[in-house]
């Protein structure tokens, strides 16, 4: 069963930056894909970025050049560092794991089989 568990949320200003933590346990061969996510009040969960056991990243156009996402192997977790945030960034944020590699994963929340309790964002203006 893998586990994941965000970290890092809290309250910004407009234009500031925060580094969220996932800390992903619990799989035993194949290291999952890693999706972020955020969801709004009133809104569809968001695709953010994916991440797989190589660094590699592909990320949504909503984000791309503003936030980054990352990998500690060592340490199981998974980060991503936003920069410039904006009050529309402002939401609940996830991290998910698929069972496929990313090269077969959309950015989509049902192709993600395992979630953190997620992390607030909140960013004032």
């Known amino acids: 069963q893998v586990e994941l568990m965000e970290s890092g949320g809290g309250s910004v200003r407009n234009g500031e930056s925060l580094l969220l933590s996932c800390i992903v346990s619990?799989?035993?061969?194949?290291?999952?894909?890693v999706g972020w996510f955020r969801q709004a009040p009133g809104k569809e969960r968001e695709g953010i970025a994916t991440?797989?056991?190589?660094?590699?990243?592909t990320y949504a156009a909503s984000v791309r050049g503003r936030f980054t996402a990352s990998l500690d192997y060592a340490k199981n977790t998974r980060y991503l560092q936003m920069s410039s945030l904006k009050p529309e960034d402002a939401a609940m944020y996830y991290c998910?794991?698929?069972?496929?590699?990313?090269?077969?994963?959309?950015?989509?929340?049902?192709?993600?089989?395992?979630w953190g309790q997620g992390t607030q964002v909140t960013v004032s203006s």
């Open positions: 998910a794991a698929a069972t496929r590699s990313c090269s077969w994963t959309r950015l989509v929340p049902a192709e993600f089989n395992y």
């Open positions: 619990g799989y035993t061969s194949t290291t999952p894909c």
């Open positions: 991440i797989d056991d190589q660094g590699q990243v």
